[in-house]
């Protein structure tokens, strides 16, 4: 086995424990922005690795005419009848291996090219819609100036990302903050819109989409989901009281807030209500940032994990 594509298949082997270590560490709640770079280091690391490992096994001594002449030296082996039956299934299995390694790692590559190309129309066709209905159905309220308000029950506040972004609050939750948590409501999704956080979360939803039966996706897309909204609340606490935040989630979680729209980032989740807890206690109590060595240190660690499987691509299989 070539040594490049050992060693990328080992790398790609070893991002999925990493994965799930890293979804259950404690420390990315010290900083958010941080951890969610690991992890998109460690996704697109994973992915060159495992793009890379495929392609090179299957491609294995191209560069020395070896893969790239193998059905010629079959088809001379063979037709001279110069091998025994058992060297013969010997190298009809090497080929179908390589063969078969070749289009796994094609495959790979052309899934994931895919599923995030779909996500991404997916998103643009529901926000799409939801402009739609919200032109319809929105209108303006002088306590919540810059967003729009519909008429619904349920306390519910989310904003749909885009060159037409806007905030959405319901008239449930009109009637269930007082001012000072509506700002703070405000202050938050405003973050989302302003540092596109649904780019952010956009590569791992495609991720879950191709993956459903990975634990390791769906723990990788909830934990991102977090360090999302975690990252959305500090940026709302350079604005507002962090008290006024936490009483507005645990308000809106309490009266059970409804799931936001496809393409869309709420408030609070009613499939969230660990997240939700999550985060108030996070506001209330708030844990040290991380010191700047340990800072120093996610980044290096996030630049090898790209930079590692890049530099093997560029060696000879």
Known sequence: ?????????????????????????RWPRRSPAAAIVLWQALGLGWGLAAIGALVGLGAADARSGVASGAFALASRVLSRGQATTGTQRLLAGTLGLRLLALSAGLVLLLLLCWVTVAAFAAVLR?????????SLLAHGDPKVPGALVVDHPAATAYCVPGLRSCIVISAGALDLLDQAELAAVLAHERAHLRERHDLVLLPFTALLRAFRWSAVACEAHAAVALLVEMLADDRALRHRPARELATALLRVGAAGGVRAPTGALAIADDEADGQVAARVSRLLRPPPRLPRPALILVAVVAVATVAIPAAFLTLPF
Request: aromatic share 2%; proline share 6%.
């Open 1 to 25: 086995m070539p040594a490049a594509a050992l060693v990328l298949a080992a790398f790609a082997v070893a991002c999925v424990p990493a994965g799930s270590a890293l979804a259950s560490a």
């Open 126 to 134: 529901a926000r799409r819609r939801q402009r739609m209905l919200l």
